[in-house]
């Protein structure tokens, strides 16, 4: 059971949530007005205020692109269960290296009432987990994810593949962001202490159950952005009508919120060599971007090695390269305009290249 009342619980979340945010700000939830603070108190009654999604709130339509699909994929329990959904998001925070991330999800499988599984996943030890289909489906998103040359079996149903595909990619845009400005877990212990950091995930938690165990009605998130056209490379949603109108409005408005800083010629450039890469790791150091972005120049070349940078090796990106993004933007809001599609385009590259490996997927009915 939760220890703290719910407006005491709402601030502490508010005020940790951005401890280790960096080169971006959060209009904090008392300050929100308008469709933002709509949002914020959606998110408050179905999650909770954390800073993977607030470092966009200064754009509303980018806070609202996150969180309707981290609501429709993730949260909301449809074909699959949501506390499945968010082991499988803690496994992926793990492999693209965002403790942020990983660690809130770990509190979010134990709020789920695994901990056990929670733990193991927290110490990267998934294969000893004892439900062997949570085992096997975790293990499948590893290899999947991290391209590797022997995939397990698909242990999902073919109804269940738009939310697992979608709930990868909404995880890896928001990983893709949080890499950039979230600087390590909000989660402080002396020393880095392992059993000290199990413990405080574990009391986070608990204070996450009241929310977690509540059944989230489906697809009351989507008025927050408009109808979209699906993108053929999002086809693999449509076999859930839902999840796809989440998937089409979340592409739409980073493509829109974007077309004003980024060209056309660096959108298909980034987006042409995303659809090419097999997943593979990338050699040390940046040199293969250079050769990636040959013939563009200024700010174009700056910001196509930079999204391609975070896509493949968002270990390379240092605050020299931040800088230099935050100067071409001008100002606060159109960086996070610039992370949010650079983010966006790694996400779904990511799960068209693993739509493309599932024969499965071709059986799903289309639907408008």
């Known amino acids: 059971m939760a220890l703290l009342p719910e407006t005491t619980r709402l601030r502490l979340f508010d005020k940790l949530s951005i401890q280790t945010m960096r080169y971006v700000h959060a209009v904090p939830y008392d300050k929100a007005t308008g469709a933002l603070k709509e949002m914020y108190e959606q998110v408050n009654r179905d999650f909770f205020i954390n800073g993977s ?105 073919t109804q269940q593949l738009p939310e697992v595909i979608a709930s990868i990619m909404a995880m890896s845009d928001i990983n893709r962001f949080s890499h950039v400005v979230m600087a390590g877990s909000p989660v402080k212990v002396p020393f880095g202490a392992k059993a000290l950091r199990k413990a405080a995930l574990k009391v986070f938690g608990n204070e996450l159950k009241p929310n977690h165990h509540k059944p989230l009605s489906k697809g009351t998130s989507l008025h927050f952005l408009p109808a979209a056209t699906m993108p053929p490379d999002l086809n693999w949603a449509n076999g859930n009508p839902r999840v796809a109108q989440a998937v089409a409005r979340w592409a739409a408005m980073s493509e829109e919120e974007a077309t004003a800083l980024i060209s056309p010629e660096v959108k298909q450039r980034v987006h042409a060599n995303l659809r090419a890469w097999d997943g593979k790791p990338m050699p040390m150091g940046r040199h293969w971007a250079e050769r990636e972005i040959e013939g563009l120049a200024g700010k174009d070349k700056r910001i196509a090695r930079f999204a391609l940078l975070l896509a493949k090796a968002p270990w390379t990106i240092d605050d020299n390269m931040v800088t230099d993004i935050l100067a071409i933007a001008g100002n606060e809001k159109n960086f996070i305009r610039i992370l949010a599609w650079s983010s966006c385009a790694s996400a779904r590259h990511l799960a068209g290249r693993i739509a493309r490996s599932i024969p499965e997927i071709n059986q799903l009915p289309h639907v408008a």
């Open 53 to 157: 999604l607030t470092a966009r709130s200064k754009v509303t339509n980018l806070f609202a692109a996150a969180w309707v699909i981290g609501r429709e994929a993730i949260l909301v329990t449809d074909e699959l269960d949501r506390t499945t959904k968010e082991a499988i998001a803690a496994v992926l925070s793990s492999i693209n290296d965002c403790p942020y991330c990983g660690e809130m999800l770990i509190s979010l499988v134990h709020a789920g009432k695994r901990s056990d599984d929670a733990m193991k996943i927290f110490d990267q030890d998934e294969e000893t987990i004892e439900d062997p289909q949570l085992k096997a489906r975790l293990a499948w998103v590893k290899a999947v994810v991290r391209a590797d040359d022997m995939v397990p079996p698909l242990p999902f149903s």
